[in-house]
Protein backbone atom coordinates (compact mmCIF):
# COMPACT_ATOMS: atom_id res chain seq x y z
CA UNK A 1 0.00 0.00 0.00
CA UNK A 2 2.83 2.21 0.57
CA UNK A 3 4.41 1.70 -2.33
CA UNK A 4 1.05 2.00 -4.84
CA UNK A 5 1.14 5.99 -2.61
CA UNK A 6 4.75 6.44 -3.73
CA UNK A 7 3.76 5.46 -6.95
CA UNK A 8 1.05 7.62 -7.63
CA UNK A 9 2.58 10.26 -6.08
CA UNK A 10 5.09 9.92 -8.75
CA UNK A 11 3.11 10.30 -11.59
CA UNK A 12 1.20 13.64 -10.11
CA UNK A 13 4.67 15.11 -9.65
CA UNK A 14 4.92 14.23 -13.10
CA UNK A 15 1.79 15.75 -14.33
CA UNK A 16 2.64 19.16 -12.56
CA UNK A 17 5.86 19.32 -14.25
CA UNK A 18 4.54 18.53 -17.65
CA UNK A 19 1.74 21.75 -17.68
CA UNK A 20 1.90 22.33 -20.52
CA UNK A 21 2.53 19.41 -22.70
CA UNK A 22 1.35 18.35 -26.24
CA UNK A 23 2.27 15.40 -28.44
CA UNK A 24 2.58 14.85 -31.72
CA UNK A 25 3.25 11.33 -31.68
CA UNK A 26 0.76 10.72 -34.71
CA UNK A 27 2.21 13.07 -37.24
CA UNK A 28 5.48 12.56 -40.06
CA UNK A 29 7.04 15.06 -41.93
CA UNK A 30 7.62 13.97 -45.23
CA UNK A 31 11.50 14.48 -46.10
CA UNK A 32 11.05 14.47 -49.84
CA UNK A 33 8.33 16.77 -49.99
CA UNK A 34 10.32 19.71 -52.00
CA UNK A 35 12.78 17.22 -54.25
CA UNK A 36 12.15 15.14 -57.42
CA UNK A 37 14.66 12.70 -59.43
CA UNK A 38 13.02 12.85 -63.22
CA UNK A 39 14.56 10.83 -66.49
CA UNK A 40 15.08 14.11 -68.10
CA UNK A 41 19.21 15.67 -68.36
CA UNK A 42 17.69 19.16 -69.79
CA UNK A 43 17.79 21.61 -67.08
CA UNK A 44 14.90 23.02 -67.57
CA UNK A 45 13.00 20.14 -68.98
CA UNK A 46 13.70 18.80 -65.55
CA UNK A 47 13.25 21.44 -63.32
CA UNK A 48 9.40 21.60 -64.86
CA UNK A 49 8.86 17.86 -64.56
CA UNK A 50 10.00 17.81 -61.09
CA UNK A 51 7.92 20.98 -60.23
CA UNK A 52 4.84 18.70 -61.49
CA UNK A 53 5.67 16.21 -58.91
CA UNK A 54 6.50 18.56 -56.23
CA UNK A 55 3.19 20.64 -56.66
CA UNK A 56 1.19 17.32 -56.13
CA UNK A 57 2.86 16.45 -52.55
CA UNK A 58 2.92 19.84 -51.63
CA UNK A 59 -0.77 20.48 -52.22
CA UNK A 60 -2.02 17.46 -51.43
CA UNK A 61 -4.58 17.08 -54.43
CA UNK A 62 -4.12 14.78 -57.71
CA UNK A 63 -4.90 17.78 -59.75
CA UNK A 64 -2.38 20.34 -58.48
CA UNK A 65 0.22 19.36 -61.56
CA UNK A 66 -2.26 20.53 -64.12
CA UNK A 67 -3.78 23.79 -61.67
CA UNK A 68 -4.27 26.63 -63.83
CA UNK A 69 -3.57 28.87 -60.99
CA UNK A 70 -0.15 27.19 -60.85
CA UNK A 71 1.05 26.59 -64.06
CA UNK A 72 3.12 29.99 -64.20
CA UNK A 73 4.75 27.76 -60.81
CA UNK A 74 5.67 25.09 -63.65
CA UNK A 75 6.58 27.70 -66.72
CA UNK A 76 8.87 29.31 -64.40
CA UNK A 77 10.36 25.95 -62.21
CA UNK A 78 14.03 26.97 -62.37
CA UNK A 79 13.19 29.93 -60.73
CA UNK A 80 13.03 28.29 -57.43
CA UNK A 81 15.67 25.44 -57.99
CA UNK A 82 17.49 25.43 -55.03
CA UNK A 83 19.84 22.39 -56.35
CA UNK A 84 19.69 20.42 -59.37
CA UNK A 85 22.37 17.64 -61.19
CA UNK A 86 22.52 14.86 -62.69
CA UNK A 87 22.55 11.45 -61.74
CA UNK A 88 25.10 8.05 -62.85
CA UNK A 89 21.94 6.92 -64.67
CA UNK A 90 20.88 10.13 -66.67
CA UNK A 91 18.42 11.25 -64.66
CA UNK A 92 18.20 14.75 -63.12
CA UNK A 93 17.41 14.86 -59.31
CA UNK A 94 16.14 18.18 -58.43
CA UNK A 95 15.56 20.43 -55.12
CA UNK A 96 13.24 23.26 -54.91
CA UNK A 97 13.72 25.91 -51.85
CA UNK A 98 11.35 25.42 -49.84
CA UNK A 99 10.26 28.99 -48.37
CA UNK A 100 9.94 30.36 -52.03
CA UNK A 101 8.37 27.38 -53.17
CA UNK A 102 5.28 27.43 -50.33
CA UNK A 103 4.86 31.65 -50.87
CA UNK A 104 4.93 30.90 -54.60
CA UNK A 105 2.05 28.55 -54.11
CA UNK A 106 -0.09 30.71 -51.07
CA UNK A 107 0.10 33.21 -53.51
CA UNK A 108 -1.32 31.73 -56.55
CA UNK A 109 -4.34 31.29 -53.96
CA UNK A 110 -3.76 27.70 -52.87
CA UNK A 111 -3.54 26.00 -49.59
CA UNK A 112 -0.28 24.05 -48.85
CA UNK A 113 -0.85 20.57 -46.82
CA UNK A 114 0.66 20.87 -43.58
CA UNK A 115 4.22 19.04 -44.13
CA UNK A 116 3.31 17.59 -40.65
CA UNK A 117 0.81 14.79 -41.94
CA UNK A 118 -0.77 12.16 -40.65
CA UNK A 119 0.71 8.85 -40.58
CA UNK A 120 -1.06 6.06 -42.23
CA UNK A 121 -1.08 2.58 -41.00
CA UNK A 122 -1.63 0.48 -43.69
CA UNK A 123 -2.29 -3.56 -42.86
CA UNK A 124 -1.48 -5.73 -45.19
CA UNK A 125 -2.37 -9.75 -45.91
CA UNK A 126 -0.54 -12.54 -45.32
CA UNK A 127 1.33 -13.46 -48.57
CA UNK A 128 3.79 -15.00 -50.11
CA UNK A 129 7.50 -13.39 -49.93
CA UNK A 130 6.95 -12.13 -53.74
CA UNK A 131 3.51 -11.07 -53.59
CA UNK A 132 4.15 -9.35 -50.27
CA UNK A 133 7.20 -7.32 -51.62
CA UNK A 134 5.34 -6.14 -55.08
CA UNK A 135 2.31 -5.04 -53.14
CA UNK A 136 4.87 -3.15 -50.45
CA UNK A 137 7.00 -1.50 -53.48
CA UNK A 138 3.43 -0.44 -55.08
CA UNK A 139 2.27 1.42 -51.80
CA UNK A 140 5.26 3.27 -51.15
CA UNK A 141 5.50 4.16 -54.45
CA UNK A 142 1.99 5.58 -54.74
CA UNK A 143 2.42 7.26 -50.98
CA UNK A 144 5.83 8.63 -52.35
CA UNK A 145 4.00 9.88 -55.29
CA UNK A 146 1.57 11.76 -53.41
CA UNK A 147 3.64 13.00 -50.14
CA UNK A 148 1.78 10.20 -47.63
CA UNK A 149 3.94 9.08 -44.23
CA UNK A 150 3.04 5.26 -44.34
CA UNK A 151 3.94 2.54 -42.39
CA UNK A 152 3.63 -1.21 -43.27
CA UNK A 153 2.55 -3.93 -41.35
CA UNK A 154 1.39 -7.28 -42.14
CA UNK A 155 -1.94 -8.73 -40.85
CA UNK A 156 -0.67 -11.90 -38.63
CA UNK A 157 2.36 -9.05 -37.35
CA UNK A 158 1.79 -8.65 -33.23
CA UNK A 159 -0.62 -5.47 -33.19
CA UNK A 160 -2.09 -6.06 -36.15
CA UNK A 161 -3.62 -10.04 -35.96
CA UNK A 162 -6.11 -8.92 -33.30
CA UNK A 163 -7.84 -6.64 -35.86
CA UNK A 164 -7.57 -7.94 -39.00
CA UNK A 165 -10.94 -10.21 -39.07
CA UNK A 166 -12.79 -7.39 -37.20
CA UNK A 167 -15.58 -5.72 -39.08
CA UNK A 168 -13.85 -3.15 -41.05
CA UNK A 169 -14.48 0.52 -40.33
CA UNK A 170 -14.60 -0.41 -36.50
CA UNK A 171 -13.05 1.53 -33.33
CA UNK A 172 -10.94 -1.39 -32.80
CA UNK A 173 -8.62 -0.59 -35.82
CA UNK A 174 -8.21 3.08 -35.41
CA UNK A 175 -7.17 1.88 -31.84
CA UNK A 176 -4.67 0.12 -33.35
CA UNK A 177 -3.41 2.70 -35.62
CA UNK A 178 -2.82 4.57 -32.30
CA UNK A 179 -1.10 2.45 -30.62
CA UNK A 180 1.28 2.25 -33.40
CA UNK A 181 2.16 5.51 -33.20
CA UNK A 182 -0.49 6.43 -36.25
CA UNK A 183 -3.02 9.03 -36.71
CA UNK A 184 -5.13 6.73 -39.49
CA UNK A 185 -5.26 3.15 -40.37
CA UNK A 186 -5.78 1.73 -43.78
CA UNK A 187 -6.73 -2.26 -44.19
CA UNK A 188 -6.23 -4.16 -47.13
CA UNK A 189 -8.32 -7.58 -47.46
CA UNK A 190 -9.44 -9.96 -50.36
CA UNK A 191 -11.95 -8.44 -52.29
CA UNK A 192 -15.09 -11.22 -52.15
CA UNK A 193 -17.39 -8.50 -53.84
CA UNK A 194 -15.48 -7.70 -57.08
CA UNK A 195 -13.30 -10.46 -58.22
CA UNK A 196 -12.19 -8.65 -61.01
CA UNK A 197 -10.30 -6.29 -58.03
CA UNK A 198 -7.01 -6.71 -56.94
CA UNK A 199 -7.76 -5.98 -53.16
CA UNK A 200 -10.82 -4.16 -50.83
CA UNK A 201 -9.50 -0.97 -48.61
CA UNK A 202 -10.82 0.54 -46.13
CA UNK A 203 -9.48 3.55 -44.23
CA UNK A 204 -10.51 4.48 -40.88
CA UNK A 205 -8.88 7.92 -39.59
CA UNK A 206 -10.72 10.80 -37.48
CA UNK A 207 -12.90 12.99 -39.99
CA UNK A 208 -12.33 10.90 -42.49
CA UNK A 209 -13.22 7.26 -44.05
CA UNK A 210 -13.80 4.90 -46.85
CA UNK A 211 -13.97 2.05 -48.83
CA UNK A 212 -12.15 1.22 -52.19
CA UNK A 213 -11.38 -1.69 -54.77
CA UNK A 214 -8.36 -2.44 -56.58
CA UNK A 215 -4.74 -1.89 -56.56
CA UNK A 216 -2.46 0.24 -54.02
CA UNK A 217 -2.14 3.13 -56.00
CA UNK A 218 -5.79 3.75 -55.98
CA UNK A 219 -5.97 3.38 -52.25
CA UNK A 220 -2.83 5.71 -51.59
CA UNK A 221 -4.69 8.41 -53.61
CA UNK A 222 -8.22 7.76 -52.36
CA UNK A 223 -6.79 7.40 -48.60
CA UNK A 224 -4.59 10.69 -49.43
CA UNK A 225 -7.89 13.23 -50.76
CA UNK A 226 -9.97 12.00 -47.95
CA UNK A 227 -7.16 13.33 -45.47
CA UNK A 228 -6.62 15.91 -47.20
CA UNK A 229 -10.11 17.02 -47.28
CA UNK A 230 -10.73 16.26 -43.54
CA UNK A 231 -7.34 18.46 -42.72
CA UNK A 232 -9.09 21.38 -44.67
CA UNK A 233 -12.18 21.16 -43.38
CA UNK A 234 -10.32 20.87 -39.76
CA UNK A 235 -8.35 23.70 -40.67
CA UNK A 236 -11.29 26.12 -41.69
CA UNK A 237 -13.44 25.04 -38.44
CA UNK A 238 -13.06 27.91 -35.37
CA UNK A 239 -11.00 26.85 -32.29
CA UNK A 240 -12.50 26.45 -28.83
CA UNK A 241 -11.23 25.76 -25.25
CA UNK A 242 -13.00 23.09 -23.52
CA UNK A 243 -11.73 21.86 -20.30
CA UNK A 244 -11.96 17.46 -20.13
CA UNK A 245 -12.16 15.44 -17.20
CA UNK A 246 -10.94 12.20 -17.83
CA UNK A 247 -11.73 8.90 -15.54
CA UNK A 248 -10.16 5.55 -15.36
CA UNK A 249 -6.41 7.18 -14.88
CA UNK A 250 -4.66 5.45 -12.27
CA UNK A 251 -1.05 5.06 -13.23
CA UNK A 252 1.75 6.62 -15.10
CA UNK A 253 0.78 4.07 -18.06
CA UNK A 254 -2.60 5.29 -18.15
CA UNK A 255 -2.02 9.21 -17.90
CA UNK A 256 1.34 8.88 -20.88
CA UNK A 257 -1.47 6.87 -22.99
CA UNK A 258 -4.20 9.96 -21.97
CA UNK A 259 -1.87 12.54 -22.81
CA UNK A 260 -0.59 10.65 -26.03
CA UNK A 261 -4.12 10.41 -27.36
CA UNK A 262 -5.62 13.69 -27.01
CA UNK A 263 -2.32 15.90 -28.01
CA UNK A 264 -2.48 13.96 -31.25
CA UNK A 265 -5.84 14.46 -31.75
CA UNK A 266 -6.18 16.56 -35.23
CA UNK A 267 -6.71 19.99 -34.24
CA UNK A 268 -5.87 20.24 -30.54
CA UNK A 269 -3.52 22.59 -29.09
CA UNK A 270 -2.29 23.88 -26.40
CA UNK A 271 -2.91 21.37 -24.12
CA UNK A 272 -2.30 22.20 -20.18
CA UNK A 273 -3.30 20.05 -17.30
CA UNK A 274 -5.37 21.49 -14.83
CA UNK A 275 -5.58 18.57 -11.75
CA UNK A 276 -5.00 15.36 -11.17
CA UNK A 277 -7.61 13.89 -8.19
CA UNK A 278 -7.05 10.03 -7.21
CA UNK A 279 -7.55 8.39 -10.85
CA UNK A 280 -9.29 11.58 -12.27
CA UNK A 281 -7.16 14.08 -14.64
CA UNK A 282 -8.48 17.11 -15.52
CA UNK A 283 -7.31 19.35 -19.13
CA UNK A 284 -7.47 22.56 -20.61
CA UNK A 285 -7.19 22.42 -24.45
CA UNK A 286 -8.30 24.62 -27.74
CA UNK A 287 -9.70 22.55 -30.03
CA UNK A 288 -10.83 22.94 -34.02
CA UNK A 289 -14.16 21.14 -35.02
CA UNK A 290 -16.54 21.05 -32.01
CA UNK A 291 -17.09 18.88 -29.00
CA UNK A 292 -18.27 16.11 -31.40
CA UNK A 293 -15.59 15.91 -34.05
CA UNK A 294 -12.94 15.88 -30.96
CA UNK A 295 -15.29 12.81 -29.35
CA UNK A 296 -14.87 11.11 -32.71
CA UNK A 297 -10.82 11.74 -32.57
CA UNK A 298 -10.17 10.28 -28.58
CA UNK A 299 -12.62 7.20 -29.42
CA UNK A 300 -9.80 5.19 -31.48
CA UNK A 301 -7.38 6.02 -28.46
CA UNK A 302 -9.44 4.56 -25.57
CA UNK A 303 -11.00 7.07 -24.43
CA UNK A 304 -15.25 7.36 -24.38
CA UNK A 305 -17.54 10.09 -23.88
CA UNK A 306 -19.41 10.06 -20.53
CA UNK A 307 -21.50 13.02 -20.57
CA UNK A 308 -19.15 15.03 -23.09
CA UNK A 309 -20.98 18.37 -23.27
CA UNK A 310 -23.70 17.54 -21.36
CA UNK A 311 -22.33 18.77 -17.83
CA UNK A 312 -23.76 21.95 -16.49
CA UNK A 313 -20.21 23.24 -15.95
CA UNK A 314 -19.39 22.78 -19.89
CA UNK A 315 -17.17 20.25 -18.66
CA UNK A 316 -16.57 17.23 -21.64
CA UNK A 317 -16.52 14.36 -19.94
CA UNK A 318 -14.76 11.03 -20.57
CA UNK A 319 -13.21 7.53 -19.13
CA UNK A 320 -9.88 5.92 -19.98
CA UNK A 321 -10.46 2.08 -20.89
CA UNK A 322 -7.26 0.24 -20.53
CA UNK A 323 -8.62 -3.14 -20.84
CA UNK A 324 -8.95 -2.08 -25.27
Not at 80 to 100: H, K, L, M, S, W
Not at 240 to 254: N, P, Q
Request: proline share 4%; glycine share 10%; charged share 20%.
Amino acid sequence: MHRAREYLSLWRLLALLLSAWTSTAEAAPVASLYAAIVPESDPQRAAQLAMREVLVRLVGTRGAADDPALAGLIDDARRYVQVERNTTRGATQVIFDATALRGAVTAAGRVVWDPDRPLLWVVLPALGGGATDELRMQLNAAANARGLPIALVSADSPGAAAIAGAPAGTAALLAAAHRAGAAAALLAQSSSSDPQAAWQWTLVAPGAEGRWSGGAALAIDGATDALVRAARELDGAPATEFECRIAGVADLASFTAVLDSIGGAPGVTDLTIRAVAADQLTLHLKSRGGATALTRALAGGRLRASGAGGGGDGVLQYRYQSGL
